[in-house]
């Protein structure tokens, strides 16, 4: 299977930057479409950003403009950086992984968070 390490949440003012990184490691057939999530107490999980292994990205229109994501596919791993941060983008930031365990088991794996506090 495949373990998510995420690492980069912390507290920022409004208008500040963060990046997050998720580094992707595990025996795996494939990874394709990368991406991260956030929730916000009281709030169900909702898309912040994708990016396919080809590097086409798809963004919640809250962030677009602000946010940027990539990915290294040499090293698993995606980034999200995060600039003009809002108090409203304060929430619990998930990195996603889809793709395949072996050519015939999906994949659809969840890291365990990062806080992502903006104030005002």
């Known amino acids: 299977q495949v373990q998510l390490v995420e690492s980069g949440g912390g507290m920022v003012q409004t208008g500040g930057s963060l990046r997050l990184s998720c580094a992707a490691s595990?025996?795996?057939?494939?990874?394709?479409?990368m991406g991260w999530y956030r929730q916000a107490p009281g709030k169900q999980r909702a898309l912040v950003a994708t990016i396919t292994r080809g590097g086409s990205t798809n963004y919640a229109d809250s962030v677009k403009g602000r946010f940027t994501i990539s990915r290294d596919n040499a090293k698993n791993t995606v980034y999200l950086q995060m600039n003009s941060l809002k108090p409203e983008d304060t929430a619990v930031y998930y990195c996603n992984t889809k793709g395949f365990v072996t050519p015939w088991i999906p994949l659809d794996s969840w890291g365990q968070g990062t806080q992502v506090t903006v104030s005002s």
């Open positions: 595990g025996s795996v057939f494939s990874i394709n479409d």
